[in-house]
């Protein structure tokens, strides 16, 4: 089977094979992950690039970690330190790094579509890292493995998403994505966060957190983003965490042993009491190891696909 | 000069050779006098068309076009008259620009040129530009074309000052304090992950603009309507006896957002792209008479300002040479409007709203007239342009209306070789 394209640039461009091979494939690394030999060579002889022009720890360190583990040279630069610093333009950076021989590149840009664009242009193929307020397809990758290695399946489930639902990339990935398994995503945020015809891209948008979370099979909370705040989209934090915010008393209506997840970074106190964030239902710390699993399926996908052309 | 336009058919449907002589529609003469003739046999004359909304670019941003290659891609359009707005370097706010303009526009010889002056000094929307001496080297209407006349105290001031000079006001609506974004806000900018311009944003400007009008009893006109809402209201404001009238452009009626999906800066503009509900209120406006005109809002730009990502891209595309065509493709071959009435949109009522007096083909008028060839079917080439910009979204279209000829008081400027 393998991936159709080239690159990785969303959910949108993923079908529901393509998104279950990769999980199926997650598990298979999730196990060379925890095993104590954590070497493989399938990524050997090739190389792979971080370039990140907004800041990130997990997704980039994930990558890193992940393409090393399996073999691959591997460098990353990022805006601040590079040409871009000087004016280079996304295209000619990009250029520039595909004629070093570069298998993949791994790009998180502030505009969303940026690796749409540049992706026609390369040889090497491009992965998504989080583009802008579009997708963040990694992410929902991960996410929806932890739910598939926790419950078993996506068909069916009852998933939450509460919190910055506008400037969200992981929201709109993971809605996408959880659709094309079968899962029934519900979200909710604050009016002045929430897009227009975002249940167009097919989740129900709640009436309240209460409404959003009841009978859930899993509810994640989303970081309020406050460094895009440069409009005041609500007035304060205090009255976020209380009219928003998934407390425990939320936690309580939905199913039984929901799984509690979070993208991080969280804003303890914010979108999270800490009480939630550490509590037995929380699987926010095993989506970290699951990120590595994840990039390293997606990897070596792609590199299966670049082998085969 | 005696050129003789021969076998042709005129847009009404009459048959008749058209004589030039002088630079004028002439009475008929010895065709053996002609210095030229032209076989017409399948093509059909127009009035030369006018766009009463452009960027020429020039003086200061020569790199994107000029005044010599807009008016040559205008010729190419079947355009012989065109207006440029103000947003140029220095803009075009005092009549020593407005005066260096005609001078380049008179050597390029391609179209006749009417400049359009800015409202406000350096389009800053504060102080009054000095309209009555740039009317008076040769503007035929005032815009802060790009910037919303953002204060109603401005709006107020320039339709009140700018009647004294009989000088229209054309004002791009849009409430910038909602529309941080780069493309319409809808399901497909929620989508893409895109910042969406709500139509909202046109509309409580038009409104505006409409109540002004009517309370000064001071004529408005609207650019680029691109919203339901923005052709309702001027609907209800014609029926009100409102001393209204607007203008919208080809990609309104014949593109809809969806075509922003692969994030091609080449659909980028402003207004955006809107759904097709507010394509089809676009095309029904131009069908009951709501929309007067049809201008491009040609808009050159630098590929390095356009290939970049979606956001940083500058807004518009170039329209000079597909206007004609994407009129008569999308709007006369469905049936939506007759020919007459194309030519009311694209030559006549710009003409009238800005008291250009052109779109005669009698004796004794400028001979200004484009000839189209509406038989056949074109395949549009980006590459065969003639403006310096390469931002178009119809290259590969399939259209109908490929310009043949273009005189200009007398004088060939455009003509399609073989």
Redesign the interface.
Known sequence: MGLKNKDLLGLKQLTAEEIMEILDTAKTMKMVLTSGNKKTSHLQGKSVITLFYENSTRTRLSFELASKYMGSASANISATGSSVAKGESLLDTARTIDMMATDIIIMRHSHSGAPHFIAPHLNASVVNAGDGMNEHPTQALLDMFTIYEKLGSLEGKKIAICGDIYHSRVVRSNAIGMKKLGADVSIYGPKTMMPVGIENLGCRVADNVADCVKDCDAVMGLRVQLERQHKSLFPSVAEYSKFYAITPEMLELAKPGALLMHPGPCNHGVELPTAVYDCDQSVINEQVTNGVAVRMAVLYLLMARRNQI | MKIVLENAKLYNGKKEDLFIEDGVFANAFDKKDADKTYDLSGKTIFPGLVDMHCHLREPGYEYRETILTGTMSAAKGGYTSVCPMPNTNPVCDNAAVVNGILKKAKEAGYARVYPIGACSKDLDGKLLAEIGLMKEAGIVAVSDDGKPIATAELLRKVMEYSSDFDIPVLNHCEEKTIS?GCMN????????????I?TAAEDIMIARDIIMAEYLDIPIHICHVSTKGGVRMVREAKARGVKVTCETCPHYFTLTDDCCE??DSNFKMHPPLRTKEHLEAVIEGIKDGTIDAIATDHAPHHV?EK??????ANNGIVGFETAFALGYTYLVKPGHITIDRLVELMCFNPSKILKLGRGGLEVGDDADLAVFDLENEFVFDKNKMLTKGRNTPYDGFKLYGETYLTIMGGKVTYEKLC
């Open positions: 941080d806000e809808g399901t497909v900018s929620t989508c893409l992950g895109l910042r969406g709500p692969t994030y390095d290939c970049v990502e979606f956001q940083i």
